[in-house]
């Protein structure tokens, strides 16, 4: 069955952290990038990191450069966000995919899984 499952959000205070967790079934993970994304209420869902297929190299969108980390276990078929300093702009269902890049313009071509819900609030 093909899957992707995201765990790991919760409550929060402004300043703590959260690891997020993203389980990918079904599916040749080790060949593509992946990423997390987040959607927050009102607005599109936006890219917020990515990691290359063998895990040497990512990238983060500003807002949560220097704050978030990906990082991926292709054994496992697992992708994790930790995120650090959460603010409260940072409250938002977080979501895991794969793809690629096409230039510089990321393709997520999984179905979507369910999220994981994260809020900063104190």
């Known amino acids: 069955q093909v899957q992707v499952v995201e765990s790991g959000g919760g409550l929060v205070q402004p300043g703590g952290s959260l690891r997020l967790s993203c389980a990918q079934s079904?599916?040749?993970?080790?060949?593509?990038?992946a990423s997390w994304h987040r959607q927050a209420p009102g607005n599109l869902r936006e890219l917020v990191a990515t990691i290359t297929p063998d895990g040497h190299s990512t990238n983060y969108e500003d807002f949560v450069k220097g704050r978030f980390t990906i990082s991926r276990d292709n054994a496992k078929n697992m992708v994790y966000l930790e995120m650090n300093s959460l603010k409260l702009e940072d409250t938002a269902v977080y979501y895991c995919?794969?793809?690629?890049?096409?230039?510089?313009?990321?393709?997520?071509?999984?179905?979507w899984g369910q999220g994981t819900q994260v809020t900063v609030s104190s």
């Open positions: 995919n794969a793809g690629y890049y096409a230039g510089n313009y990321y393709t997520a071509i999984r179905d």
């Open positions: 079904g599916f040749s993970f080790s060949n593509y990038f």
